[in-house]
């Protein structure tokens, strides 16, 4: 779901990149709108450590609570061992060693939290100004109940390519709270690698539909072939990979959706849509009102947000035979940006 470059499986968190998380902070959230940076505060007091050097101006103390918080269960950790020995009657070494196999996973699903706040900062600093509005209002934020959900798929993400997704979920979120539901953070959590790049291959060919710069509805256009005989496999996404999509919630649970686009009187009156990490708009070639039906595989309400966190690899053959199409529709296929 993110592009291959920016990511490398099964890699430790590098402790030298964390440390650099307050240098990224120091640099970019402070320039960051009010609401965001109140939004990104309380995400990262959440979820991070004091493996990442917290800027003790900005989180008044937040460090020395965390630190102490983890003294305070090793020291649980160490009292419930010498008291379970004690009462199961087994060698103090053998409840010493399964203390410390928690312990390390404990460990372990702190730093993937870590790593994954790490690039949500990273992401935050690399976006536009225009791409740093958070709420119009100033009064979104983050719920608790969505930090427990994302907490408790996070913590898993062991790979530094799910933990790069995992970031870009977090800082979208982070400057547009509302924008994944809880039930787009569990689904995420339950993909593997291989189900992700699937859905990578989906949304690199679909078009998403856009009000007011916000992504309502994703549709890959079937363009006319058989999909349930492998219609697409040419693109990468025969039945079994569009069946494991529907699985996991992220499509319909059909082959033959319909998109509806409502053109205007004008001829020149136009919808605009994103395919291929690129702008379009459909213009009419035909005068007068009309109602046209694109048919095609429709995302689910998790699948149009999840798209959104998708680097979308471009398929020039796919999206000749697109404009091919929507010519066939007496529409005209215009690239805005």
Same mark, same amino acid.
């Given at each position: 779901?993110?592009? @291959?470059t920016?990511s490398h ?6 402790e030298? /990149?964390?440390?650099?998380v307050?240098?990224?902070?120091l640099g970019?959230?402070?320039g ?7 939004t ?5 007091g959440r979820?991070?450590?004091s ?9 008044e103390?937040?460090a ?6 983890s003294?305070a269960r ?6 419930s061992g010498?008291?379970i020995?004690s009462q199961l ?6 409840? @010493?060693?399964?203390s410390?196999?928690y312990?390390?996973r404990i460990v ?5 939290l ?9 992401e935050?600093?690399?976006?536009? $100004?225009?791409g740093?509005?958070?709420d119009p ?6 719920s ?7 907490e408790?798929e996070?913590?898993n ?11 870009k ?6 400057? /547009? $709270?509302?924008?994944?539901?809880r039930?787009?953070?569990k689904?995420l959590?339950q993909?593997?690698?291989?189900e992700? @790049?699937?859905?990578?291959?989906f949304?690199?060919l679909a078009?998403?539909?856009?009000v007011?710069?916000?992504v309502?509805s ?10 349930e ?5 040419r693109?990468?996404l025969?039945?079994r ?10 499509v319909?649970? *059909?082959f033959?959706?319909?998109?509806r686009?409502e053109?205007?009187e004008?001829?020149?009156d136009?919808?605009?849509f994103l395919?291929a990490?690129?702008?379009? /708009?459909y213009v009419s070639e035909? $005068?007068?009102e009309?109602?046209i039906?694109?048919?095609g ?7 149009t ?5 998708v680097?979308p690899i471009?398929?020039p ?5 697109? @404009?091919?199409y929507l ?9 805005? *940006?």
């Open positions: 779901m993110v592009d @291959e920016a499986d099964a890699q430790e968190p590098n030298s /990149r964390l440390s650099q307050s240098e990224v902070i970019q959230v402070t960051l709108p009010a609401p965001v940076q109140r990104f505060w309380k995400a990262f979820l991070a450590t493996a990442v050097e917290i800027p003790a101006a900005y989180m103390g937040k020395a609570q965390i630190r102490a918080t003294d090793v020291h649980a950790i160490k009292t010498a008291a020995a009657q087994v060698p103090p070494a053998y409840v @010493e060693a399964a410390i196999k312990a390390e372990g699903r702190q730093k993937n870590d790593a994954i706040v790490s690039t949500a900062a990273e935050l600093a690399r976006l536009p $100004p225009s740093l509005e958070g209002v100033g009064s979104a934020e983050i608790d109940d969505w930090l427990n959900t994302f408790a996070a913590e993400m062991s790979s530094d390519y799910m933990r790069t997704v995992f970031g979920l977090l800082a979208n979120e982070v400057k /547009r $709270p509302g924008a994944f539901s039930r787009s953070v689904i959590g993909m593997e690698r291989q992700a @790049e699937i859905f990578a291959r949304c690199s078009v998403q539909f856009e007011n710069g916000q309502f994703g549709l890959l256009m079937t363009l006319g072939e058989d999909v005989v492998g219609g697409l496999s693109y990468g025969d039945y990979s569009l069946m494991t999509l529907i699985d996991y919630g992220l319909l649970g *059909t033959s959706g319909r998109q686009v053109m205007s004008h001829v020149d136009d919808v605009t395919h990490g690129k702008n379009y /708009r035909v $005068p007068g009309r109602v039906e694109l048919a595989i429709t995302t689910t309400r998790a699948g947000e999840l798209m959104q966190l680097t471009p398929d053959e796919y999206s000749a035979r697109l @404009e091919i010519r066939s529709q007496s529409l005209r296929l215009d690239r805005l *940006t």
